[in-house]
């Protein structure tokens, strides 16, 4: 039955050197959802408020994205206001509005309790355990997870990581959560704590996949223009569940590709503000960057 | 006949969270000589002081560099001093003596001029241009750079560039080299100015090959014990033009296979100060390392 994902849906305001748009469509949840909807079913487990327009919930559902788990409670739905410099590597947040996320308590339909790809979004691992226990027997649980949470909530987090399968984490995450400074050595610290797969997210330096007997490096696609990392890293999980569900083979090969998929994704989103380029974006444009991907990355063994 | 390097021979003092060298083997021609002569032989142009101490001759003549072109003048070698913190990145110099190199003027030894690989490590762009003066006919030519020389050298820089098929330069001093923040638009921007390709160091993170038609991303190859990241760049540009001079190939592929000896030989040489790595190193090593890099980056296509 696809992919469940927990999540926000939020209003973003963004600025970026190229330009600037105010309370369009956002949130770690919209992000993964419409990525991942290219290759698997999705079932979205989220709140908005009152003010949240039809037009954004006909776009998911245009996707096929499932909205049984969307929530509408009374009030205004989550706002973030963030501004990129040149570097684009770094938001930084100049207004949070969590409204009708501050009470958000995820409840599955009945549905969903079936689900076997879980994403766990990054949200308070309270609520990311909270779903977990409402999933009967998932095939494969994945997690995203941020500073704020590692600082404040250090033992939920723990337990949350317990239950999960892969860690999908950024890279001065990683280290922080690992208290450890070299990379390699900080997986290593996490997969003890319970994930058996670490995705490390490096922004434009690509991803790094790290298991007890595997490393995987994948570069990011090298893009002439990037407008707005925003959902960058949900789009990237996005992709990376959403071909694993849709292939449902689990070994190493299909690991890789769905981070190659992942990253694919990630480059197209960034190419436009919000969500934007996913609302024209085709399966044949996705398969022909995985084709120049391959041309990037490839070299000879030695003979 | 190899090999022609014209760089620096220095004493390095260096400081990192594991550790602390005084006046140890180190300078941007000791560090590419060493590399290269793992594949190729290799010519030493360069200059010490009369404190230089013969066991480090005779470590680069273990190594088969041929040191026709060192000359020796009156007065102290070139010394650095410079301190690393935990993530590694980027030096903070806290000394530089120039001594003998200040009057540094590279003269190449009749056996030298008909070179047909030549490497300029990051030194004067008027004197990296008085050394092309002196060769006949190479067949690949291959140049660094920094922001010193971008900055306060850029006309003399702009005519080296001119004669150079291959710019080795870091990530930030392609930007600032073409005033351009994004990676792939500057790396046009350069290819505009004369090299044919340019290779983009971008340390822990590899490194990128560009050229008109073709773009190839290697990771950095994943170490769990970084103790010395001083040389890694000029180890890198050995292990990659060291290759290219022992296969004489210049296809795509011998460039990117290239690519992945110049990142191993780099990952080999941080794992301990100065040279120290380079004195016990085994070619069979290296080949390991290069099935490892195999292994680290590949996946399936596309069926």
Redesign the interface.
């Known amino acids: 039955m696809g992919i469940l994902v927990v999540g926000s849906v939020a209003f973003d305001s963004v600025e970026t ?1 190229f330009g600037k748009v105010k309370e369009v469509l956002g949130g770690s949840g919209t992000f993964f959802s419409t990525s991942a909807s290219f290759f698997s079913e999705v079932n979205l487990v989220a709140v908005v408020g009152e003010d949240f327009p039809q037009d954004h919930l006909q776009f998911l559902r245009s996707r096929n994205v499932d909205l049984g788990g969307l929530q509408t409670s009374p009030g205004r739905t989550f706002r973030w206001e963030g501004r990129y410099g ?2 684009l590597n770094e938001a930084e947040t100049l207004d949070t509005q969590l409204n009708v996320f501050e009470a958000f308590d995820p409840r599955l339909p009945m549905e969903y309790v079936d689900a076997d790809f879980v994403f766990l979004a990054n949200i308070d691992p309270e609520l990311q355990l909270k779903v977990l226990k409402q999933v009967r027997r998932p095939r494969l649980v994945a997690c995203d997870t941020m500073n704020f949470w590692i600082e404040g909530k250090r033992a939920q987090l723990l337990e949350t990581l317990h239950h999960v399968d892969i860690l999908v984490i950024n890279e001065g995450e990683t280290r922080q959560l690992a208290q450890e ?5 900080a997986a290593r610290v996490i997969l003890e704590m319970g994930p058996r797969i670490l995705v490390v997210k ?1 922004g ?3 991803v ?1 996949m790290i298991s007890e007997h ?6 990011a696609y ?5 407008y707005d990392p925003t959902g960058a890293g949900d789009t990237f999980a996005g992709g990376f569940m959403g071909y694993l569900s849709g292939t449902r083979n689990l070994d190493e ?1 299909s690991f ?2 769905a ?2 998929f992942g990253s694919i994704m990630a480059s197209f989103v960034v190419e436009d503000f919000s969500l934007d380029r996913m609302r024209t974006l085709e399966f044949e444009e996705i ?1 022909e960057r ?2 120049r991907f ?9 003979g």
Chains 1, 2 share one sequence.
Request: aromatic share 12%; net charge neutral; glycine share 8%.
């Open positions: 050197p040149y570097d400074p070299n990379l390699v050595r490096r434009e330096y690509g790094l595997s490393l995987f490096s994948a570069p090298p893009l002439e223009s990037v090969g890789r590709q981070i190659i398969e995985f084709r391959k041309l990037l990355t490839e070299f000879q063994g030695l």
